[in-house]
């Protein structure tokens, strides 16, 4: 555990599947060398396969005894997808425009099929997904090298691109398969949840672009927080498989709102839903009724004209309100510590170089 832990809240009920998240995140960190396939920020269909394909099913995290499962390693080609290209130059000989490779499986390939029978009981909804920034994070325990570190001063678990030698354990134990291989350097990488930005009180890429405002971020013991709020005083905020055993730090707000089923006539089935609980159970645990009939409370209890700050906090009125990095916790961390200029961020992807400040500064308690 950390000190402080740095956390996301994602409120599914407003995510429209957009995925500007994803391209912010791609166009910031993984468009080049070797990390055409990452998406360190993926927002996936559900009901679906995921990406990498099926990954609920490849194994890794702990079992009830702490003991870490086996866990594969997903195939490029088959599970990920080969990234493929298009022959711009070729078209101005006439040629037609095409990929370079037989695309057979990408990132959402299965975009928006869900399940079930249109128009009777179809239905789908979006998860984005990024690294948890677990509390007991499978990669790290996985990696023989002790390449992957959690800062002390944040929670955000990072892996040291020196001591990295691309033995991809940690590939195989995130159950969450947040890390992936990069075949040009020959190391892994993984979100990094921005924190170049989160340290000069920015939030992340992915939630500073959000175009349906469903990302909060914050810290876990900010008590004056919305992710505080969300995640500890209303208890609407649920990790995502909390069952794989390593805490994660992404909360989600499953879907309250399910349209009825039709019947064999078209009519709407009083009392029906769409999307069913026991697979919301199934993702974020047994606490799902309860936050469904917590938000709808707070739902009518609004319609009736009455206050309610559950649902205030929800709508996000103001976007900036949504991320509160604790009023320049990072500055001034650096500022009493006489901190040199940042350093560039490559250099700073490294175990001890900015952490030990960080590291200091909390054991004296001053944050
Ligand atoms: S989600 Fe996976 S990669 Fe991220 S900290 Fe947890 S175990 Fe590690
Ligand atoms: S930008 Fe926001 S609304 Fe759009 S897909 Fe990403 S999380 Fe969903």
Redesign the pocket.
């Known amino acids: 555990m950390s000190k402080r832990q740095l956390a996301m809240v ?1 409120d599914l009920n ?9 391209v912010a995140c791609k166009t910031q960190w993984t468009n080049r060398n070797g990390r055409d396939y990452m998406y360190w920020n993926n ?1 996936e269909t559900f009901p679906g396969t995921g990406y990498p394909r099926n990954w609920q099913n490849l194994g890794g995290g702990f079992d009830p005894s702490g003991d870490l499962k086996k866990g594969v390693v997903p195939n490029l080609e088959r599970d990920y997808g080969i990234p493929w290209e298009y022959n711009y130059s070729e078209l101005e000989k006439g040629k037609q425009f095409r990929p370079h490779v037989d695309p057979r499986w990408g990132p959402n390939w299965d975009e928006d099929e869900g399940a079930g029978t249109f128009p009777y009981d179809n239905y789908f909804f ?1 998860i ?1 997904r990024i690294c948890n920034h677990c509390d007991n994070p499978a990669c790290l325990a996985s990696c023989p090298r002790d390449a992957i570190f959690k800062r002390d001063s944040d929670g955000v678990v990072l892996i040291d691109q020196e001591r990295c030698q691309g033995y991809r354990y940690c590939v195989a134990g995130c159950p969450y398969k947040k890390i992936y291989f990069n075949p040009k350097t020959g190391k892994s990488e993984k979100c990094i949840m921005c924190f170049p930005r989160v340290e000069k009180g920015l939030p992340s890429a ?1 939630s500073q ?4 405002r ?2 909060f971020m914050g810290f876990l013991d900010d008590k004056e927080g919305q992710v505080h709020k969300l995640v500890n005083e209303y208890k609407v905020a649920l990790p995502l498989r909390a069952d794989y055993g390593t805490t994660p730090n992404v909360f989600y707000v499953p879907p309250v709102d399910s349209p009825p089923k039709y019947d064999a006539n078209g009519k709407p089935i009083p009392g029906s839903d769409r999307i069913p609980v026991e697979e919301l159970e199934r993702l974020f645990g047994p606490e799902v009724k309860r936050v469904i009939k917590t938000i709808k409370d707070e739902k009518e209890k609004k319609k009736n004209g009455k206050e309610s700050q559950l649902l205030d906090i929800l709508i996000a009125f103001k976007h900036s309100d949504m991320f509160r990095m604790d009023h320049g916790y990072y500055s001034k961390n650096s500022a009493s510590m006489g901190t040199k200029k940042l350093a560039p961020i490559d250099e700073r992807y490294v175990r001890g170089k900015e952490t030990k400040v960080f590291t200091n500064f909390l054991e004296r308690g001053q944050h």
Do not use: F
């Open positions: 994602m407003k995510c429209i599947g957009c995925q500007t998240c994803t927002v979006y984005p992915c672009q959000c175009v349906g469903i990302r």
